[in-house]
């Protein structure tokens, strides 16, 4: 049996780390099979050697986030330890000095949560043109629709412009009712649901009808000239190369554009090429373009969510793998 004491500073940190009902520790404990306890102003953990090392690590890179004000939730701690699985337990400390992206209705302040994230944020202000590529849940189009109401309210760019190709609706589009707008609404929802957060329902309103923030599907964007704007396409695996052409090209001056898509949930059918895919090979060398890339490791929603993710891609794997054997 091995033991590490760990020093705190304050008994709120303890506090923030353990979590109301030791929920957080109780992760750890798990995780690595090592008992831990609060004992005045030292953590003690005990265990397995090589347990405790990676247990203490996790507990010092999470009281370092406690220490900037971060909330610790089963989220954080889970990524803290996979991080110091991997050896890399340290650069949670990284994710400390994120800045706030910014407030929503509810006072709840938006961040970067992982360093796939802190990287795709830090990406988005550096670059003009800046591809995401991940799977769900790893924050792509909710942080994407952030930074673009913090833009719009610090006066950097006039508008914003979301978009997404309605490719779910395909012929059915003309038997649901109502006009093009209304038929299309179901499939920019989540777009709506963003922005509703970060603006309130009736600001929202305010803005979309003085045309400062436009909701809209991808084929109205052909044949315009977007300036001074900030434009996320979402959803953007299901656009065509012709389509994805399109939409770069209505690049303005004084403008930013986002592409966000998951390139294992293409909905094209009929063998059709994504235009993401294509997009991705053909501006990788391109100055002020740059391509992030997340991982299951950046999934920041429901732990369950993490592990689908990942199931699917070991399937993926043994199944491509079983086709190039034969």
Same mark, same amino acid.
Do not use: W
């Given at each position: 049996?091995?033991?590490?004491? +760990?020093?705190? &500073?304050?008994?709120?940190?303890?506090?923030?780390?353990?979590?109301?009902?030791?929920?957080?520790?109780?992760? +750890?404990?798990?995780?690595?099979?090592?008992?831990?306890?609060?004992?005045?102003? %030292?953590?003690?953990?005990?265990?397995?050697? &090589?347990?405790?090392?990676?247990?203490?690590? *996790? +507990?010092? !890179?999470?009281?370092?986030?406690?220490?900037?004000?971060?909330?610790?939730?089963?989220?954080?701690?889970?990524?803290?330890?996979?991080?110091?699985? &991997?050896?890399?337990?340290?650069?949670? !400390?990284?994710?400390?000095?994120?800045?706030?992206?910014?407030?929503?209705?509810?006072?709840?302040?938006?961040?970067?949560?992982?360093?796939?994230?802190? $990287?795709?944020?830090?990406?988005?202000?550096?670059?003009?043109?800046?591809?995401?590529?991940?799977?769900?849940?790893?924050?792509?189009?909710?942080?994407?629709?952030?930074?673009?109401?913090?833009?719009?309210?610090?006066?950097?760019?006039?508008? +914003?412009?979301?978009?997404?190709?309605?490719?779910?609706?395909? %012929? $059915?589009?003309?038997?649901?009712?109502?006009?093009?707008?209304?038929?299309?609404?179901?499939?920019?929802?989540?777009?709506?649901?963003?922005?509703?957060?970060?603006?309130? !329902?009736?600001?929202?309103?305010?803005?979309?009808?003085?045309?400062?923030?436009?909701?809209?599907?991808?084929?109205?964007?052909?044949?315009?000239?977007?300036?001074?704007?900030?434009?996320?396409?979402? &959803?953007?695996?299901? =656009?065509?190369?012709?389509?994805?052409?399109?939409?770069? =090209?209505?690049?303005?001056?004084?403008?930013?554009?986002?592409? =966000?898509?998951?390139? =294992?949930?293409?909905?094209?059918?009929?063998?059709?090429?994504?235009?993401?895919?294509?997009?991705?090979?053909?501006?990788?060398?391109?100055?002020?373009?740059?391509?992030?890339?997340?991982?299951?490791?950046?999934?920041?929603?429901?732990?369950?969510?993490?592990?689908?993710?990942? *199931?699917?891609?070991?399937?993926?794997?043994?199944?491509?793998?079983?086709?190039?054997?034969?």
């Amino acid at each position: 049996m091995s033991e590490q004491i +760990i020093d705190i &500073e304050r008994l709120e940190q303890a506090v923030n780390l353990f979590g109301s009902f030791d929920e957080n520790i109780k992760l +750890i404990e798990s995780q690595y099979s090592v008992s831990v306890a609060l004992r005045g102003s %030292e953590i003690k953990v005990i265990g397995d050697p &090589e347990q405790v090392m990676k247990a203490a690590s *996790a +507990i010092r !890179a999470l009281l370092t986030l406690a220490a900037k004000g971060e909330s610790i939730n089963e989220q954080n701690v889970r990524y803290a330890m996979t991080l110091v699985d &991997e050896g890399n337990g340290d650069k949670l !400390a990284e994710l400390a000095d994120n800045d706030c992206i910014c407030i929503t209705t509810r006072g709840r302040p938006v961040k970067p949560k992982t360093l796939g994230q802190k $990287k795709y944020v830090e990406s988005i202000r550096n670059n003009t043109v800046v591809i995401g590529v991940g799977p769900a849940g790893t924050g792509k189009t909710y942080l994407a629709v952030a930074l673009a109401v913090a833009a719009f309210r610090d006066h950097t760019v006039n508008r +914003i412009i979301i978009t997404r190709p309605a490719v779910e609706a395909g %012929e $059915k589009l003309g038997f649901l009712p109502g006009d093009l707008q209304q038929k299309v609404d179901p499939y920019l929802r989540p777009l709506y649901d963003a922005l509703f957060d970060m603006l309130g !329902a009736e600001n929202f309103q305010r803005c979309q009808e003085r045309g400062t923030i436009e909701v809209a599907p991808l084929a109205y964007m052909r044949g315009r000239t977007l300036e001074d704007s900030f434009i996320i396409l979402d &959803e953007a695996q299901n =656009t065509t190369p012709e389509q994805m052409k399109m939409f770069l =090209t209505r690049l303005g001056f004084g403008s930013k554009m986002v592409v =966000t898509g998951d390139a =294992t949930q293409i909905d094209l059918g009929d063998g059709k090429k994504s235009g993401l895919i294509e997009c991705m090979q053909v501006l990788k060398n391109v100055d002020d373009v740059d391509i992030v890339k997340f991982s299951e490791r950046d999934v920041v929603r429901h732990q369950l969510v993490q592990r689908i993710v990942k *199931a699917y891609e070991k399937y993926e794997e043994n199944r491509r793998n079983r086709h190039n054997g034969r």
